[in-house]
């Protein structure tokens, strides 16, 4: 396994809708595992092909909680085929957009359909923190952002801001970051990266 580089904004391929994969097969297994290690070494809690500039639509996820075991799940050709119209609010933040953070508000759970690491077909149903950070990758798989989800005022002020790093050759790190419970659900927010106030 290989810890890749990730692909921050102003990058264009972060706006590529990514394409269908079309067999699982040992190379897409091997892309999957770099995937789940760079994200656990960014640290982060989801992680999109796209973010380490493959645009293929793979997705890797892990929610569990930092004193847990690590419980990984592979999405591959991952659709969202159902929503609650109840929604949540979480704190996210992007391993795309290192150490920026704002509230998004989704629907509360979701289901998703999807292939498994060894080419199975599956069906999930998401809810709480699970449920946002599916809805936050899949984004990524279709070219959208958590930050389009914010005031335009917002949204440019932090596109503004990595542009003006990128043209001095800047990189922002990742800095962990305590996770903070949820009042409702004892779980950190946040999608692609523990999130806390």
Request: charged residues 35%.
């Amino acid at each position: 396994m290989t810890v890749r580089d990730i692909v921050l904004i102003p990058d264009p391929v972060l706006r590529v809708e990514c394409t269908p994969v079309a067999a699982v097969d040992d190379d897409v297994r091997a892309l999957m595992d770099d995937m789940l290690e760079t994200m656990y070494d960014a640290p982060g809690i989801g992680l999109a092909a796209i973010q380490i500039g493959v645009t293929r639509r793979i997705v890797v996820i892990d929610v569990s909680k930092e004193d847990d075991d690590k419980n990984p799940i592979f999405l591959i050709n991952p659709e969202i085929v159902w929503t609650s119209e109840e929604t949540s609010v979480y704190e996210e933040g992007c391993l795309s957009i290192p150490e920026f953070y704002d509230e998004v508000e989704r629907p509360a759970a979701c289901k998703v359909k999807y292939l498994d690491r060894d080419g199975k077909p599956q069906e999930m149903d998401c809810d709480g923190l699970l449920a946002t950070c599916v809805q936050h990758e899949i984004d990524h798989l279709n070219g959208v952002l958590f930050i389009d989800y914010l005031s335009k005022l917002k949204r440019d002020r932090v596109i503004k801001k990595f542009a003006k790093a990128a043209k001095r050759g800047e990189r922002p790190e990742f800095k962990r970051r305590r996770a903070e419970p949820d009042p409702a659900e004892a779980e950190p927010a946040g999608a692609d990266q523990p999130a806390a106030k």
